[in-house]
């Protein structure tokens, strides 16, 4: 029998940020060069033009030109790419009452898989090769068979975690049947999509059902459970502590715990005694209000995430960035408190690049994403060092963390392809998509906007009551705000 020879590519000349095995740490190599062979990194070189190279590699010519690996993103709810722009200015009550919880009535499959597969392609385009998903558009088998579809044609590396929540025209004993029935009908086991589960129930569903849950994974091997585990006033505490007690975290599943604003030291205990980590979600913590008081105490334990890039960034770039200044004015802020003026930086540029990168891969116990090694995956991405922001550049993890943009990313490679190429995705027929996404977006949106606004009184969920936050002026006008209005009637 004979076999396809793999095909190889060389990327030559281009400053290279390598992660030393088993380590957090960074290594930077100046001219040299990475050999993608196949699906696989097949060689690091500190040369730009290395010998005995396969037959027939194709040469990409990298001079000033930063390579690293590719972004993971641990926590990302796709399929709401429609709705873009419409909650600039929400909070958490209002997003989970009018966008996440309000949807199931608006959306059909068509909706949600051109939204997915829109929002993903959007995501390439940004250099995130690598997204956990944490799929809530369960309404039905064909929304959930249409959000899985998107995911496998979008060319990304996509963990598709369906959100298992009972309803009534789709209760959970019918979810875990289809459930088990598209895990039959999936490609090949090394293919770039993977099902997992998603599960929010921990603190309140029938124990039979979490019995159920449970069995599910183990039946079916799921490589990867999320959660969104928040606490404090938030409720949600589908906490470390507890998913331990249902057996789950001493296994080789991975369990990610999204956003984790609630982490105390039991919980960081458990975590790093079973290898588990939390995804934070810079953005929307404070974007929402819902805050991260603890996150740079577990920071060994934690990765990055977008969540809600319908209101916000959907490139990691962003979210590392944030989370490195937001993490160094707290820890400045305590220190300035004190009357002390701080004469080091609490956080380096390095420890938010290897949170959107290799921590993310452990976080998926994928060691062999988020990295640049030989037997890696070939997930890459070239930035050019040329472009007018990034002009200048000395250190290339700076450069990337503090001063790119996604058009600086000039290509994207997934499992040795190209993704992007020359700043232009590569994804066959874009311009369809870019219709039927428009068409999608623009019957949601229109239904959105004339819903009436939902009323919030009482408690959250039965817990915390409602509350108002001092809001700022920037007008000097008397009796207004400059607070304005959001610009989202169509005419």
Same mark, same amino acid.
């Given at each position: 029998?004979?076999?396809?020879?793999?095909?190889?590519?060389?990327?030559?000349?281009?400053?290279?940020?390598?992660? #030393?095995?088993?380590?957090?740490?960074?290594?930077?190599?100046?001219?040299?060069?990475?050999? &993608?062979?196949?699906?696989?990194? %097949?060689?690091?070189?500190?040369?730009?033009? #290395? !010998?005995?190279?396969?037959?027939?590699?194709?040469?990409?010519?990298?001079?000033?030109?930063?390579?690293?690996?590719?972004?993971?993103?641990?926590?990302?709810?796709?399929?709401?790419?429609?709705? +873009?722009? *419409? %909650?600039?200015?929400?909070?958490?009550?209002?997003?989970?009452?009018?966008?996440?919880?309000?949807?199931?009535?608006?959306?059909?499959?068509?909706?949600?898989?051109?939204?997915?597969?829109?929002?993903?392609?959007?995501?390439?385009?940004?250099?995130?090769?690598? !997204?956990?998903?944490?799929?809530?558009?369960?309404?039905? +088998?064909?929304?959930?068979?249409?959000?899985?579809?998107?995911?496998?044609?979008?060319?990304?590396?996509?963990?598709?975690?369906?959100?298992?929540?009972?309803?009534?025209?789709?209760?959970? !004993?019918?979810? &875990? @049947?289809?459930?088990?029935? *598209?895990?039959?009908?999936?490609?090949? $086991?090394?293919? /770039?999509?993977?099902?997992?589960?998603?599960?929010?129930?921990?603190?309140?569903?029938? %124990?039979?059902?979490?019995?159920?849950?449970?069995?599910?994974? +183990?039946?079916?091997?799921?490589?990867?459970?999320?959660?969104?585990?928040?606490?404090?006033?938030?409720?949600?505490?589908?906490? #470390?502590?507890? /998913?331990?007690?249902?057996?789950?975290?001493?296994?080789?599943?991975?369990?990610?715990?999204?956003?984790?604003?609630?982490?105390?030291?039991?919980?960081?205990?458990?975590?790093?005694?079973?290898?588990?980590?939390?995804?934070?979600?810079?953005?929307?913590?404070?974007?929402?209000?819902?805050?991260?008081?603890?996150?740079?105490?577990?920071?060994?334990? @934690?990765?990055?995430?977008?969540?809600?890039?319908?209101?916000?960034?959907?490139?990691?770039?962003?979210?590392?960035?944030?989370?490195?200044?937001?993490?160094?004015? +707290? *820890?400045?802020?305590?220190?300035?408190?004190?009357?002390?003026? $701080?004469?080091?930086? $609490?956080?380096? =540029?390095?420890?938010?690049?290897?949170? =959107?990168?290799?921590?993310?891969?452990?976080?998926?116990?994928?060691?062999?994403?988020?990295?640049?090694? &030989?037997?890696?995956?070939?997930?890459?991405?070239?930035?050019?060092?040329? !472009?007018?922001?990034?002009?200048?550049?000395?250190? $290339?993890?700076?450069?990337?963390?503090?001063?790119?943009?996604?058009?600086d990313i000039e290509h994207v490679m997934v499992d040795g392809k190209f993704r992007k190429r020359d700043r232009k995705l590569t994804f066959e027929n874009y311009d369809a998509v870019v219709d039927r996404f428009l068409a999608s977006a623009a019957k949601l949106q229109k239904a959105v906007v004339e819903r009436p606004d939902p009323v919030h009184e009482g408690r959250f969920w039965g817990g915390c009551e409602y509350g108002h936050a001092d809001e700022v002026n920037i007008s000097r006008e008397p009796g207004t705000t400059g607070y304005g209005k959001q610009f989202i009637h169509r005419h």
């Amino acid at each position: 029998m004979s076999t396809t020879p793999l095909s190889s590519v060389l990327l030559s000349g281009g400053t290279i940020i390598v992660c #030393p095995e088993d380590a957090d740490a960074l290594d930077v190599i100046r001219d040299g060069a990475v050999l &993608v062979t196949g699906d696989r990194i %097949a060689g690091i070189y500190d040369t730009a033009h #290395p !010998s005995n190279l396969p037959a027939d590699t194709e040469v990409v010519d990298c001079t000033n030109k930063i390579i690293t690996p590719g972004f993971v993103d641990t926590h990302r709810h796709g399929w709401q790419t429609g709705l +873009k722009t *419409l %909650a600039a200015n929400t909070t958490m009550p209002e997003y989970m009452n009018r966008y996440a919880f309000g949807s199931a009535t608006l959306y059909t499959a068509e909706d949600v898989y051109i939204g997915q597969l829109a929002g993903l392609l959007e995501g390439l385009n940004a250099g995130v090769t690598t !997204s956990l998903d944490h799929a809530h558009h369960i309404w039905s +088998k064909e929304t959930a068979k249409a959000g899985l579809q998107a995911s496998i044609d979008s060319g990304a590396r996509i963990y598709w975690n369906h959100a298992f929540t009972g309803r009534p025209n789709f209760p959970f !004993s019918e979810q &875990v @049947a289809h459930f088990k029935e *598209l895990a039959k009908t999936m490609p090949r $086991p090394d293919g /770039l999509t993977t099902m997992g589960v998603a599960y929010d129930g921990w603190t309140y569903a029938p %124990a039979e059902e979490i019995k159920e849950l449970v069995g599910l994974t +183990k039946e079916l091997k799921i490589p990867v459970l999320t959660t969104h585990y928040c606490g404090g006033p938030w409720m949600a505490d589908n906490s #470390p502590e507890l /998913l331990h007690r249902h057996g789950v975290l001493e296994t080789d599943m991975a369990v990610v715990f999204s956003h984790a604003m609630g982490i105390n030291t039991a919980n960081s205990v458990v975590l790093r005694a079973t290898n588990q980590y939390i995804s934070i979600t810079p953005e929307s913590e404070m974007g929402y209000g819902i805050s991260h008081p603890n996150g740079h105490l577990i920071q060994d334990q @934690a990765a990055l995430g977008v969540d809600t890039f319908l209101t916000f960034s959907t490139d990691m770039m962003t979210q590392a960035r944030m989370w490195l200044q937001r993490t160094r004015a +707290k *820890l400045f802020d305590q220190t300035l408190q004190k009357w002390l003026i $701080p004469v080091n930086s $609490p956080m380096s =540029a390095n420890q938010a690049f290897l949170m =959107a990168t290799r921590h993310g891969g452990l976080a998926l116990r994928r060691p062999d994403l988020g990295v640049i090694r &030989v037997g890696a995956k070939a997930d890459l991405l070239v930035f050019d060092g040329r !472009s007018p922001g990034m002009l200048g550049w000395v250190d $290339p993890v700076a450069a990337v963390i503090l001063h790119a943009n996604v058009g600086d990313i000039e290509h994207v490679m997934v499992d040795g392809k190209f993704r992007k190429r020359d700043r232009k995705l590569t994804f066959e027929n874009y311009d369809a998509v870019v219709d039927r996404f428009l068409a999608s977006a623009a019957k949601l949106q229109k239904a959105v906007v004339e819903r009436p606004d939902p009323v919030h009184e009482g408690r959250f969920w039965g817990g915390c009551e409602y509350g108002h936050a001092d809001e700022v002026n920037i007008s000097r006008e008397p009796g207004t705000t400059g607070y304005g209005k959001q610009f989202i009637h169509r005419h």
